[in-house]
């Protein structure tokens, strides 16, 4: 995961949004994705966007791509205590051995404060 | 979106012994992969599992330690060979959707005493 970037914790006030950013260097990336874990549970694929667009929104997320800067970001609107978990980063790479795995970030702890 | 299945979801295991992780998709998918998560850290690929073929294995892995099984498009196992504590972790099974999504499973936590 060295390749990706992501910062360790967050902290949000219930109700505000939470942005989650990512940094990626590897240009050849096809597809990133985010993905939550709660604990004790594996990884729910949250949201996934292709390389070739800078946005997509799905209800209460959205995600921006920044091509240029190598710079991806997850916007959670209304952030409830059900979004406190740990969020995942991962890009797609064409040049990696395999087209289709996955290079993940560190994570960034999500906590929602009441 | 595709289910999977692993089982065992949670184990203790004594170390010097072997544990077989199953895998199956409620669908037939071309690309099945096992990741390793340890303890407060981020995901590594151990493999990606081809049917009819050998597995094949990142950097760091080896298949006398991993031993990969892939019979068909809907079902693999993962054997963690002659544990130690320091295999203590999730090992998570992983699929391609399709249409660019790939989907996990819920893991396997290993616990090594």
């Known amino acids: 995961g060295e390749d990706v970037e992501q910062s360790l914790f967050l902290s949000v006030r219930e109700g505000d949004s939470s942005v989650i950013n990512c940094t990626y260097t590897?240009?050849?990336?096809?597809?990133l994705y985010w993905y939550k874990q709660e604990p004790g549970a594996g990884l729910q694929l949250l949201t996934y966007i292709f390389s070739n667009m800078d946005m997509k929104q799905d209800q209460r997320l959205t995600v921006l791509l920044n091509k240029k800067d190598k710079h991806l970001s997850l916007r959670i609107a209304d952030t409830q205590t059900g979004d406190s978990a740990i969020y995942f980063c991962?890009?797609?790479?064409?040049?990696?051995?395999?087209?289709?795995?996955?290079?993940f970030g560190s994570g960034t702890q999500l906590t929602v404060l009441p | 979106s595709a289910v999977i299945s692993q089982k065992p979801s949670r184990d203790i295991c004594q170390r010097g012994t072997s544990l077989t992780i199953q895998c199956q998709v409620d669908?037939?998918?071309?690309?099945m992969f096992w990741y390793r998560q340890q303890p407060g850290q981020s995901l590594t690929l151990i493999a990606t599992a081809n049917q009819g073929s050998e597995a094949t294995y990142e950097s760091g892995f080896v298949i006398d330690k991993f031993p990969i099984s892939r019979p068909n498009l809907t079902f693999s196992t993962l054997t963690v060979s002659n544990m130690s504590p320091e295999d203590s972790s999730i090992y998570l099974c992983?699929?391609?959707?399709?249409?660019?999504?790939?989907?996990f499973g819920e893991g396997s936590w290993l616990t090594v005493v």
């Open positions: 992983s699929v391609d959707g399709g249409l660019g999504t790939i989907y």
């Open positions: 669908s037939q998918v071309t690309m």
């Open positions: 991962a890009e797609r790479r064409i040049s990696s051995g395999s087209a289709r795995q996955l290079t």
């Open positions: 590897d240009s050849s990336s096809t597809y």
